[in-house]
């Protein structure tokens, strides 16, 4: 599978606990994105890298949530101090954009957090 | 405040039934507009996009800026339609911001 790839599928951790998720995007996708999607809710935007720019953070995004993009290929999302209210799906998606053009964002199967 | 709207949360029809699922925007600019629609146990994937003016699997869209609205159609349903379709836009640069989603249920 050449989409983009994201690890762990499933995560189960206990409150308080730190976690961090990795997205690899398709390997000529300059633009990467993180979104949370809850139950019976569309896709949340989170933040999104051009390159290895952190170009937008959403305010949804509070003090416990990092994102990195060190070499503009792989992204980590991490959550210290995890909460219930963190338990979602967490999808990550790449696409090819020039100025203000964008193309096609790819998804990928997403992280599923459960914070017990 | 840029947002995408689809009142329904459920629609279910009967196969060869038309089909019709609600978009509405509210931005003051042009932005782009999409659906993506997700297939059980798979993962989310762009059906149709406005600046393409195509027709995918029987799908089409038209983009109404004044109504502000990019509704979902397709004449004829068919049982491997069914899915969650969310509606969605981007401007510029910007990342794409997504509706709640409709389920479609397209029934034998």
């Known amino acids: 599978d050449t989409g983009v790839s994201q690890n762990p599928r499933h995560k189960i951790t206990k409150r308080g606990q730190n976690v961090t998720f990795r997205c690899d995007p398709i390997?000529?996708?300059?633009?990467l994105y993180w979104y949370r999607q809850t139950l019976g809710q569309g896709p949340e935007f989170l933040t999104y890298?051009?390159?290895?720019?952190?170009?937008?953070k959403s305010r949804l995004l509070s003090d416990r949530f990092s994102a990195e993009r060190p070499k503009g290929s792989f992204s980590t999302l991490e959550i210290q101090r995890t909460e219930q209210g963190d338990s979602a799906m967490y999808l990550c998606?790449?696409?090819?954009?020039?100025?203000?053009?964008?193309?096609?964002?790819?998804f990928g199967q997403g992280t599923r957090l459960t914070v017990v | 405040a840029q947002r995408v709207t689809q009142p329904e949360k459920l629609l279910s029809v009967f196969k060869g039934a038309p089909v019709e699922l609600k978009c509405n925007y509210s931005?003051?600019?042009?932005?782009?507009l999409f659906w993506y629609v997700q297939y059980s146990r798979q993962r989310l994937q762009l059906l149709l996009r406005?600046?393409s003016r195509e027709s995918i699997k029987g799908f089409t869209a038209d983009l109404n800026k004044g109504e502000t609205s990019f509704h979902l159609k397709k004449p004829f349903a068919q049982e491997e339609d069914s899915a969650m379709y969310y509606c969605?836009?981007?401007?510029?640069?910007?990342?794409?911001?997504f509706g709640s989603g409709t389920r479609l249920q397209v029934q034998p």
């Open positions: 998606a790449s696409s090819l954009g020039r100025s203000d053009t964008n193309t096609e964002a790819f």
């Open positions: 390997s000529e996708h300059n633009r």
């Open positions: 890298f051009q390159n290895e720019a952190q170009l937008e």
């Open positions: 931005y003051s600019g042009s932005p782009e």
């Open positions: 406005h600046i």
């Open positions: 969605a836009f981007h401007t510029g640069r910007r990342a794409l911001t």
